[in-house]
């Protein structure tokens, strides 16, 4: 189903000067928590500056919107664009839906881009215009020279790969400026040096997309013009995995900045954070990373112990994040909970022992969760039919999880979950992570992050699920598989989240086909043509909205 719009066709046309709307949705709806308002517009994402940038560059009238959930959407976005690009994740697709119907009520053509037009391709095609793969200049500038509606349903158009050069912080300056305009007190600059990643983690949207770096000499120049805006400025790499070509990348800092000139944040793999790595890296101004430790039984190679396991790969890792500590102030450790090689008691009484034995990084956990055709393993979940039809604003690796365990029962892995997230967000667990902080502000930051919604809060909504699991019937046979009605505790959290954009969201807007992913593979599987109509999907009810809709 992927295309470009024919070039010649989309080239005989002359550009007309349009009026593009660009919103970044880093909210999936409405917020008003005091970490939103400090750290969401630092979230911010590097493709809607891009797009924006490049509509300007091709002579169009752009209007720039960050959403970070406190902000009147509807009054930003106006009624007059000719063209809406959306970028969201999936977390924010139905929020993206509802803009977009309201968009296309006021004449205008809507694009969507981001994780989630990449995950869930068919289902974006439903609500969108245009839905974006890989999107460089080539397939933006042919949309909009073809300004033409694409309706009922969508097209998806994407590029050969991802680009091979971006604008710069430079070039975009005008739209990071205006997003950092909305951060408080801490303002993080994205910039990007690589895409994709040479590992191949089978969970992971960038599995399959190739490495491959950007211009470093845009970099090296971006870097410096940073220090013509701020005192010291705060960079965070969106590179998936940051440092891969690692003595180019810290030979380019050495060359645009004075030594600690420039405070950076990057999300990495442990194999690289090799003690000489990380002393320069130190001297270099890193002040935090991100690695992925995801299992205890899994994935060995990115975090340099090969196929060692179990506690044996604890203890290495745990001598390992000691010594980064020792060099880098703040250390997210990311863990995948619920992957298939883990069984019993003894991964979640790992991670409990990591926390007591590295007690100042903060362990960020996600739910196993699975987005549609993002990554390779996807497939294999939707054919063993492990997969839940739980609506896209629950999708944020913690309201809910959609795969369903390999080795354990619901209540039983809840049970475990409420057991390391409480052990890992007690008080003493906090206590110690704010004792143990080398720094003023990564002690407040571990602080408030264990107090908030990402810590104590999480812990809160997980006892809720477990208990609906064992006291009601109905929400238990939903994560059996028994039932497709959404029980009515996730009905009023999305619509708590959507606030007033509930009762503008399209009719079935709610509901997705899980198993759009392995359809669309058995299609070409048996060589036939992918529909060009992709969404015409025979599924049972999944969902019945407040006015008792279904698709
Ligand atoms: S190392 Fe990180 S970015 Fe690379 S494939 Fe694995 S999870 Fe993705």
């Given at each position: 189903m992927a295309s470009r719009i024919s070039a010649r066709r989309a080239q005989g046309r002359p550009m007309r000067k349009l009026k593009v709307a660009v919103i970044d949705?880093?909210?999936n709806g409405e917020n008003r928590s005091l970490y939103g308002y400090v750290m969401f517009a630092n979230s911010a994402s590097i493709m809607p500056q891009v797009v924006a940038t490049l509509c300007e560059s091709e002579g169009h009238a752009v209007n720039f919107i960050v959403y970070?959930?406190?902000?009147d959407l509807a009054r930003e976005v106006?009624?007059?664009?000719?063209v809406v690009f959306i970028s969201a994740f999936t977390t924010a697709a139905a929020l993206a839906y509802a803009i977009s119907a309201w968009c296309r009520s006021n004449g205008a053509i809507t694009i969507l881009g981001g994780p989630h037009a990449r995950s869930y391709p068919e289902d974006a095609c439903r609500y969108f215009d245009y839905v974006f793969g890989f999107t460089d200049r080539e397939t933006l500038v042919d949309v909009l020279r073809a300004n033409e509606r694409q309706r009922p349903l969508g097209r998806y158009v994407t590029a050969p790969?991802?680009?091979?050069?971006l604008p710069g912080v430079r070039e975009r300056w005008k739209f990071v400026e205006k997003t950092l305009q909305?951060?408080?007190?801490i303002k993080v600059v994205p910039m990007i040096g690589s895409m994709g990643c040479?590992?191949?983690?089978?969970?992971?949207?960038?599995?399959n997309v190739p490495y491959q770096t950007l211009p470093f000499d845009v970099i090296e120049e971006d870097l410096r013009f940073l220090l013509t805006k701020f005192a010291k400025p705060l960079v965070a790499w969106h590179?998936?995995?940051?440092?891969?070509k690692f003595d180019q990348y810290m030979g380019l800092i050495e060359r645009a900045a004075p030594r600690g000139a420039i405070n950076f944040i990057a999300e990495t793999s442990l194999?690289?954070?090799t003690e000489p790595h990380l002393r320069r890296m130190r001297d270099n101004g890193i002040v935090a990373l991100l690695p992925g430790i995801e299992s205890w039984y899994d994935l060995g190679g990115k975090s340099r112990v090969g196929r060692t396991t179990g506690t044996e790969k604890l203890e290495r890792i745990s001598e390992h994040v000691n010594l980064i500590q020792s060099y880098v102030p703040y250390l997210q450790t990311n863990f995948v909970i619920g992957m298939d090689n883990d069984q019993g008691a003894e991964p979640f009484e790992l991670t409990k022992r990591f926390v007591d034995l590295c007690p100042a990084a903060f362990p960020g956990y996600s739910l196993l969760?699975?987005?549609?055709?993002?990554?390779?393993?996807n497939l294999e979940y939707q054919e063993a039919g492990r997969i839940l039809p739980f609506?896209?604003?629950?999708?944020?690796?913690?309201?809910?999880?959609?795969v369903r365990p390999r080795h354990y029962g619901w209540v039983e892995f809840y049970d475990r979950l409420i057991d390391v997230v409480g052990h890992t967000f007690s008080p003493r667990a906090i206590y110690r992570r704010f004792a143990s902080a080398t720094q003023r502000e990564t002690r407040w930051l571990n602080l408030v992050r264990g107090l908030s919604q990402e810590g104590r809060g999480r812990l809160r909504h997980h006892r809720r699920v477990r208990e609906l699991l064992v006291s009601d019937r109905a929400f238990r046979d939903y994560f059996e598989g028994e039932s497709t009605v959404l029980p009515q505790f996730y009905v009023d959290l999305i619509k708590r989240s959507l606030g007033s954009w509930y009762e503008r969201l399209?009719?079935?807007?709610?509901?997705?086909?899980?198993?759009a992913y392995s359809k669309r593979e058995r299609t070409e599987a048996r060589g036939?043509?992918?529909?060009?109509?992709?969404?015409v999907i025979q599924a049972p009810i999944l969902w019945r909205d407040a006015r008792g809709v279904a698709p």
């Open positions: 949705l880093i909210g970070t959930g406190r902000e106006g009624t007059e664009a000719d790969g991802q680009p091979q050069s909305k951060a408080p007190w040479p590992y191949s983690c089978s969970f992971c949207i960038d599995a590179d998936p995995n940051f440092g891969i194999s690289i954070l969760t699975s987005y549609g055709s993002a990554a390779p393993l609506p896209f604003p629950l999708l944020n690796n913690n309201l809910a999880m959609n399209p009719e079935g807007a709610l509901w997705h086909d899980h198993l036939e043509l992918v529909p060009k109509i992709p969404a």
